[in-house]
């Protein structure tokens, strides 16, 4: 389930859109640009690491890296993302600059990149590209008839228009791929946006309905117009999202689960036509769906008996064009950027055209610019010693089962048996997708945009009814993220996340295992944290625990939980220490495994300091420096209602404070604010 997934980091794409100036000119790098794993120039040793470790290993970083004026956080990932941007920049300019020698990857991607980078006839065609699907909801004559308008919604836009549906692994036979249906339907990040009575969350919703009037009237619509239905799609949205499942609730994966028939669904919500739903998308013919948030659709049944088909018109039309406006003309992108990033979360500027080019062509044909990237960045070499780390990391794990004092010899069994089924995607597919199928022209970016759209709505309805393609991957080769997939069962490492800083060939193994063998070892904690822990070997929801162990397990995560909930995020807002849970068990739980593994493989090796910094040190500066990063207010605000991960500081204080081992190293005493007292100190796995 894509919304279950585990990732090392919310992967950001800010959509929106301007002149390019500034960084914008900068010349795309031949080769990504080395910097170290370790490096010391960006540590401050003017900090006693056993007071503030964060600021010790990272206070040089944030001081000589400020926030771009176009990123709402930076970040060693941030970096790496930008440089990996550059490159592949590089790339698309090439495979873009035309001539009859291009294969059909290279002819793909190049043609895809420069119609995105045609502003000109972007701006010309101005709203076309939509015009037909704007065509069909004026069209709309009464509320029966909406079903199969949202179906043909849906599958151009490719986001939740009203509501989801995508296909998922069936949670009790993750060998079958199911049909899903979702809640969806709203323009802020969450349903909470919606009822916080903090003054800054209503300042939030009287922007947000100035916002949607703005993208009215863009659309031609007087202010008068424009005003009233901003307010009508502001009351329907309300009710949506009273409906809708809180982000700690949706980490609860029974709370998901609702098996049904089609005439269950026709029961639940009689007032969209479900066969005509499913027929219209084409879907296999099937037997059983799973619904995320039955009461989601009870409220989606009523608003449809309720609201006038006026207002049906209103939030449709007011939906696509917000969801198209990164890929329309000039005036859309900036109101786009201008709520969406600049008011919601902080950035100054957008970014430069090139830079958001090269990011939907990631997104739309991802394994054909992966190909070209593959062959540039990641040798044979390279991934032979990334699968030898992950080996060593899977066997630490292992030990570290076998070792535990409070699991039971029957559960520690089961845990083994999860441990050794689980798959590794390290570098890029064994076999790469084709998109000879997409029509993709020069000359219309968001006609390319809606058929390669069309072309993944496609592929993923077609794979109901089918058995799981274990071979296939989520994340494309580029991405500079890394995941753990409770029903695969597997452990995503994309060519992108293995590049220096993060995984360095040229340096000492002590800060690689620090930073990209804790990343491993994070990804493999979330198959045992609190939600992955709930899925058994080959994916399916279903308990392996016995009752006592089960409970010894959740006493052990309740010390985690309440740990971060201490912890400040910004302003008054504390961490959420449920939503974060399964982020914090696995930073822990994943730089003590990098840890053991670390030390196994140095085992024989006469290790001296390097920089005046034992092996030790090093390998905790290494892990602490994949994390420095400086963030803006309004995004620190934003993560603590919506990102399960907790900010930088207290992902990297939060995991020593419960490792004797980080005191030993840098010798610190008890009493000082990153030791904890032996009776303090949470231990998970
Ligand atoms: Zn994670």
Known sequence: MRNILCSLLLTVIVLSLAVAQGRGQSAPEPALPYTPSLDVKSMDKSIDPCVNFYQYSCGGWKKENPLPPDETSWSVYGKLFEDNLNFLRGVLEQAAAGGGQRDKVTQEIGDFYAACMDEATVEQRALAPIQSDLDAIAGLHSSREITSLIARLQFAYGRSILFAHETIQDPDDSEQQIADLDQGGLGLPDRDYYFKEDAKSKEIRERYVQHVQKVLELMG?????????????????????????????????????????????????????????????????????????????????????????????????YHVADSFSPYLSPK????NFDFHVRYLRGANEIEPRWKRCVQYTDANLGEALGQVYVSKVFSPELKQSTLDMVRRIEDAMGQRIRQLDWMSPETKQQALTKLAAIRNKIGYPDKWRDYSSVTITRNDFGGDTLRAGEFEGRRQINKVGKPVDHAEWDMTPPTVDADYDPQMNDINF??????????????????????????????????????????????????????????????????????????????????????????????????????????????????????????????????????????????????????????????????????????QAFSCKAGQPMVNPPEKVCKVW
């Open 221 to 317: 619509e007087s202010p008068e117009t424009a005003g009233k239905e901003a307010a009508t799609v502001m009351r329907m949205e309300t009710a949506l999202a009273k409906a809708s499942l809180t982000q700690v609730d949706r980490r609860d994966p029974y709370k998901l689960k609702h098996k049904m028939q089609v005439a269950d669904l026709t029961r639940l919500a009689p007032n969209l036509d479900w066969p005509g739903y499913f027929g219209d998308l084409q879907y296999p013919p099937f037997a059983t769906l799973n619904v995320m948030a039955p009461a989601f659709f009870k409220e989606v049944n009523r608003l449809l008996a309720r609201e006038p088909v006026e207002n049906w018109k209103t939030y449709l039309r």
């Open 332 to 335: 859309f992108v900036d109101e």
């Open 494 to 663: 994309p060519a992108g996340v293995l590049q220096p800083p993060l995984y360095d060939a040229k340096l000492d193994d002590a800060p690689n295992y620090g930073d990209t063998g804790g990343t491993i070892g994070h990804e493999l904690t979330h198959a045992f944290d609190d939600e992955g822990s709930q899925f058994d070997a080959k994916g399916n929801l279903k308990n392996w625990w016995t009752p006592q162990d089960r409970k010894r397990f959740d006493a052990r995560t309740q010390c985690v939980q309440n740990q971060y909930a201490q912890y400040v995020a910004v302003e008054d807002i504390h961490l959420n220490g449920k939503l974060t849970l399964g982020e914090n068990v696995a930073d822990l739980g994943g730089e003590i495994l990098a840890y053991m593994a670390w030390k196994d493989a140095a085992k024989d090796k006469d290790l001296q300091p390097i920089d005046g910094l034992t092996p030790e040190q090093r390998f905790f500066i290494g892990f602490a420096q994949w994390d420095c990063s400086n963030e803006r207010p309004e995004e620190e605000r934003m993560r603590a209602t919506t990102d399960p991960h907790s900010p930088a500081k207290y992902r990297i204080n939060g995991v020593v404070v419960n490792m004797p081992e980080f005191s």
